[in-house]
Structures are given as structure tokens and as C-alpha cells.
């Protein structure tokens, strides 16, 4: 197809990411590479997936048909290729509270408003204020999940005692299972130096699941965790009642399990775009993400999002397309379907090293060596989103980092503002303000000002600062109060235009010309009169 065909098919598509991905050919190698990339990302989803059906109280089939849905539609529809989606554990530890308190067909409904509301944020485009996390925080994130996958992993050490209560490993099993991991890291490790034809992680399964089944060896398979044979995914709509008190209940799990799902999906598109050097489109991720969950929940899926340690595994494999997170997604269902006993037979401890190989990958090393040469607030922010993101939860460990560099700024901003003075021959007297005026800053603003000894005309210069919000209106508001109670004058200079509609909104009477500036000339503005002058 000529590009200019392409061109113009793509711009009458809804959701197009074509020019944001750098060309890549489909040659036979290329082909092989994805699909044996999508086969070892298949393989590390399975413990994960009954896991996390495990902690959100629902049969393993429902995490993994979730897994496979998911996986599949975020892998044609998303914003990125070669990012990975299933079901997740941030997702499933929200979910325990619902299926215990209503049942799984409680957590179905939910998971189809879920979605709804995530395509509603593609649809407004709210996926764009993602933009709004400061690097710190994607620093402590990074760190965060790397720590929450490796603790994950631990429990895999763990076998049934007394009473059906895990027990760690001790003596030749726990000396066994070190060993497995231990090898399946130094394949992975090794492998790249001798040849690229197999992803190292698939190698690393392949080898120690051959020595495993070779020799016998006693130790845990996926088969130990559950069965995780099946048929297909069949159409179901949720058994729940249709009324305002079921939209009570499933409202609030809807709302969190789509913010949460969104942030980490976010989140994971732009830390696999560093990777890979791509674009992609986060509202285009938003509606793919919200499309897949609501398919999922009328397919007796429990839901899902990005996986940072799938994607991560995905990408060091060689994954970059989107055939990659198609073919995992069909594997998967194939194991489902055909191949369970086979998968069942996997040692545990050659996932396990798989995924202790990405912890050390994602693990942003050198945030250590910059830690004493960033400001103090930035170190404390990663620390701190680091420390949250290991002991609560991804998504509130990034609003909180959110939140508390938005403060430090603040008030770094709110400290800045100062003003040089000085008269003119006429006797007035100028101010000239430097930094943003805003409510961090507004009483420091007041500060500045002598309006009990100031002569009678007082000019205010704002060329070097901003009027942002309501508080500093206010602020103006009241020292023009104070210096009309002096019965002297005050004018406002080097208004921008966005400085103008800010007045106008608070009541103020403003008259914009065609060449007033948004910064450069000066204009002024009589608070008393509230009329606008000329330029000078």
C-alpha cells in the first residue's frame, strides 16, 4: 500500500499508533524471535496468574482466562506493542474484599464497569496527565516492583506442613530448589554470549524443566499450585441484580481497580518506551485496557493490566511488535486447552530464576549511585514511593510521590518570591515582583509591600512573575484594598493575557486590545478603576 494510502487509512482509524512505532520488518527471523518471545512470557504467566487467583479467592481458571483476554485484546488494541497485560496482584488484593463479602459474580459485574470507566478515560483523554509523574517517583516505582517481584517469589520456597500451613524449605529440598534458580539465572545469563536464536529465559526453562523430568528430581511444578486445565472462555452475563443498590456496591471497587489498573498500565507504557526508545499513545492504552476488562468480565475473567515483570521479560527476549504479546496470549489459552499436563511438569524454580533475572533488570541500579548527588527532596520522594509501593500498594505509592513533590514544589515556588524596588523622578514608587504568585506564595506577596509609607502612586511590575491562581487574585485584591484605604494609587504592569481572563473571571473590568502581548509589553491595570492601560 503506497504510504500515502496509509496514511490516510490511518488518520480514519479511532485508535492508529503506526507512526509512533519505529518500522520494523517481518522477516522469518523476526517472526521466530516474537513468537518464542511470546512462548516465554506464556510460561512465566501461569504460576503468576493462579496465584493471583489464590489472593483474590476466585478459581485459577478465572485469573488465567483473564490473562489470556487481556493479554490478547491489549495486545492488538494498546498503546504500545509489546507491552504484556493479565491479571495482576495489585488488582487481585482489592478484589479479596468483594468476592468475600458478594461472591465472584459480584467481582464479574465489577470488573465490566471497570472497564467502562477506563474507556471513559481514553475517551476524555485523562491518560494524558500521566505526564504529570515526576521522574523520582517513576525512579521509586521501578524500585518498588522489583523488591514487591522479588518477595513474590518467595513464597515458592515454601511447602505444605502440619495442617496444611506453609512451611519454608529446609535441608536438601531448600538446597535443591537454590540450585535450580541459581542455574536457570547463569543460562540466562550466558546465554546471549553464545547465541541470540533463543530467547535466554526460554532456554533457562527449557534446560532445567529437561533436568528436572529427566532425573525425576522431587521438587514443586506448576502443577503443584493447581490444575490449570480447561475449555474455552464461554460468554456469561453476570448473575448479579440489575439495580441502584448492586451500582452501590461494585461502584467503589469499579472505581479503585480502574485508577489502579490505569496507573500501572501508564506507568509500565512509558517505563517499556525508555526501553525500547518507542512512542505510544496513553489514551490509546486507556480505551484498550478498559475494552479488554469489559470483555473479560462477560467471559468469567476476574480482570487485569500491565505486568512490568511480563513486559520485562518480553522486551530482554527480543518482543517488539505486537505478534509477541498475541502469541503469548495464544500460547497461554493452548496450554489451558491441550498442553496442561505438559506445563504442569515445569519446575518452579526455573520461573523463579526467570523472575529473580527481571527483578535485577528492573531494578533502576543506578538511582543508588545518584542518590547524594540529587536534591534532598527528589531522594526522599524515590525513598519514600519505594517504601510505600513495597508495604501497600503500587498506585497509592505513586499518588503520594505525586502529591508530595507537587508540595515540595510549592513551596520551593512559594520561597522565591521576592521584589527590587525602586522611585522614579516623579515620585512613584515601583515594585517589580520576581517569582510565581499563587497560594503557596500569597502571604509572602502581602509581605513585600508598605502601604502606610509608600508615596501615593505605587506601581507593581509583573514582568518577571506570574498570577496563577485564585489566591493570588485575592492577594492583589486585598493590598489594593489597603493602599485605596491610604487613598493612594496602585497599577499592575506586564499582565499576560492569561493573566487578563484570570481578572475577568474574578469580577474585574478588563479591555483587551489585539496587540497586547502575552508578555513583553508593559500594560497597566488600575485596581481602583479596574480600567487597563496603554503600552509604555
Not at 514608587?429 to 502601604?451: C, H, M, N, Q, T
Not at 506570574?466 to 485605596?484: C, H, N, P, T
Not at 489585539?514 to 500594560?523: F, L, N, R, S
Amino acid at each position: 500500500m503506497p504510504r500515502q494510502t496509509l496514511a490516510a487509512f490511518a488518520d480514519r482509524l479511532p485508535i492508529g499508533d503506526w507512526r509512533n512505532s519505529p518500522v520494523i520488518s517481518f522477516t522469518p527471523g523476526r517472526i521466530k524471535t516474537e513468537v518464542l518471545s511470546g512462548l516465554t512470557v506464556a510460561l512465566a504467566l501461569v504460576p503468576e496468574a493462579v496465584a493471583f487467583s489464590f489472593v483474590a479467592g476466585v478459581h485459577p481458571l478465572v485469573g488465567l482466562y483473564a490473562a489470556f483476554i487481556v493479554g490478547l485484546i491489549t495486545a492488538v488494541f494498546g498503546g504500545r506493542p509489546g507491552m504484556i497485560s493479565g491479571a495482576t496482584g495489585a488488582l487481585a488484593v482489592v478484589m479479596v474484599a468483594l468476592v468475600a463479602s458478594h461472591g465472584v459474580e459480584y467481582l464479574f459485574a465489577t470488573v465490566v464497569l471497570m472497564g467502562i470507566l477506563q474507556v471513559l478515560a481514553g475517551v476524555f483523554r485523562l491518560g494524558k496527565f500521566i505526564r504529570l509523574v515526576p521522574h523520582p517517583v517513576m525512579l521509586g516505582f521501578v524500585n518498588g516492583l522489583a523488591i514487591v517481584i522479588f518477595l513474590a517469589q518467595l513464597t515458592q520456597f515454601q511447602v505444605p506442613g502440619p495442617d496444611d500451613v506453609k512451611v519454608w524449605m529446609t535441608g536438601l529440598p531448600l538446597a535443591t530448589m537454590l540450585g535450580l534458580v541459581g542455574l536457570t539465572m547463569a543460562i540466562i545469563w550466558l546465554m546471549p554470549k553464545i547465541t541470540t536464536a533463543v530467547p535466554a529465559p526460554l532456554a533457562g526453562i527449557a534446560v532445567i524443566a529437561g533436568i528436572v523430568i529427566f532425573f525425576g528430581s522431587d521438587v514443586p511444578r506448576v502443577g503443584d499450585l493447581a490444575s490449570i486445565e480447561g475449555g474455552l472462555p464461554l460468554f456469561h452475563i453476570p448473575t448479579v441484580p440489575i439495580n441502584l443498590e448492586t451500582l452501590k456496591i461494585i461502584f467503589p471497587f469499579a472505581l479503585i481497580l480502574a485508577a489502579i489498573g490505569l496507573i500501572e498500565s501508564l506507568l509500565t507504557l512509558n517505563l517499556v518506551g525508555e526501553m525500547t526508545g518507542t512512542r505510544g499513545g496513553a489514551s490509546q492504552e486507556c480505551i484498550a485496557q478498559g475494552v479488554s476488562n469489559t470483555v473479560t468480565g462477560f467471559f468469567g475473567g476476574m480482570g487485569g493490566c500491565a505486568m512490568i515483570g511480563q513486559s520485562m521479560i518480553n522486551v530482554k527476549s527480543g518482543g517488539r511488535t505486537r505478534l509477541s504479546g498475541i502469541a503469548a496470549a495464544l500460547f497461554l489459552l493452548a496450554f489451558i486447552l491441550v498442553a496442561s499436563d505438559m506445563i504442569e511438569q515445569i519446575p518452579l524454580a526455573a520461573l523463579v530464576g526467570v523472575m529473580f533475572m527481571v527483578v535485577i533488570g528492573t531494578f533502576a541500579w543506578q538511582s543508588l549511585k545518584i542518590l547524594r548527588l540529587i536534591p534532598l527532596t527528589d531522594a526522599m520522594v524515590m525513598l519514600l514511593v519505594t517504601a510505600v509501593t513495597v508495604m501497600s500498594d503500587l498506585a497509592i505509592a505513586v499518588i503520594v510521590g505525586v502529591i508530595v513533590s507537587a508540595l515540595a514544589y510549592a513551596w520551593s515556588n512559594a520561597t522565591r518570591i521576592h521584589a527590587s524596588m525602586e522611585e522614579t523622578i516623579e515620585g512613584t514608587k515601583v515594585y517589580r515582583i520576581e517569582g510565581p504568585l499563587f497560594f503557596g506564595s500569597a502571604d509572602g506577596f502581602g509581605e513585600i509591600f508598605d502601604p502606610a509609607n509608600d508615596p501615593k502612586n505605587v506601581i507593581v511590575d509583573f514582568m518577571n512573575s506570574r498570577i496563577v491562581d485564585q489566591s493570588a487574585l485575592q492577594a492583589i485584591e486585598g493590598l489594593a484594598s489597603k493602599y485605596e484605604g491610604h487613598g493612594k494609587s496602585l497599577q499592575l504592569r506586564h499582565l499576560s493575557r492569561d493573566c487578563h481572563r484570570l481578572l475577568n473571571r474574578a469580577g474585574q473590568i478588563m479591555v483587551d486590545s489585539d496587540d497586547d502581548p502575552d508578555y513583553g509589553i508593559a500594560v497597566e491595570y488600575d485596581v481602583r478603576t479596574g480600567i487597563l492601560g496603554g503600552g509604555h
